[in-house]
Nanobody
Framework: QVQLVESGGGLVQTGGSLRLSCAAS????????MGWYRQAPGKQRELVAV???????NYADSVKGRFTISRDNAKNSMYLQMNSLKPEDTAVYYC?????????????WGQGTQVTVSS
């Protein structure tokens, strides 16, 4: 089993910044790709950013230039630095990890952390 704990969400004003963290724990042999997703009320969950095991990154067009995804393999952690936040960024943010615990690579989700950007 792999557990993901997210933190760093909160309420900020337009133009503000937040740094989200996601820490993985449990019986982890290897972590592969990791990513951040978000879901706004009444909308489908969407990809925000991904980072591969080789630290290659990709971002949704809506956050390019504003968000930065990173990972710390030694800590089994992932981060999302969010700058120049907009009201449109308001959503529950979820971390996702592709991890190998035994012999199978599985996808794991965090509980989500609320990000609210006031206008």
């Amino acid at each position: 089993q792999v557990q993901l704990v997210e933190s760093g969400g909160g309420l900020v004003q337009t133009g503000g910044s937040l740094r989200l963290s996601c820490a993985a724990s449990g019986s982890i042999f290897r972590i592969h790709d990791m990513g951040w997703y978000r879901q706004a009320p009444g909308k489908q969950r969407e990809l925000v950013a991904v980072i591969t095991s080789g630290s290659s990154t990709n971002y949704a067009d809506s956050v390019k230039g504003r968000f930065t995804i990173s990972r710390d393999n030694a800590k089994n952690s992932m981060y999302l630095q969010m700058n120049s936040l907009k009201p449109e960024d308001t959503a529950v943010y979820y971390c996702n990890v592709h991890a190998q615990a035994t012999g199978v690579i599985a996808s794991y989700w965090g509980q989500g952390t609320q990000v609210t950007v006031s206008s």
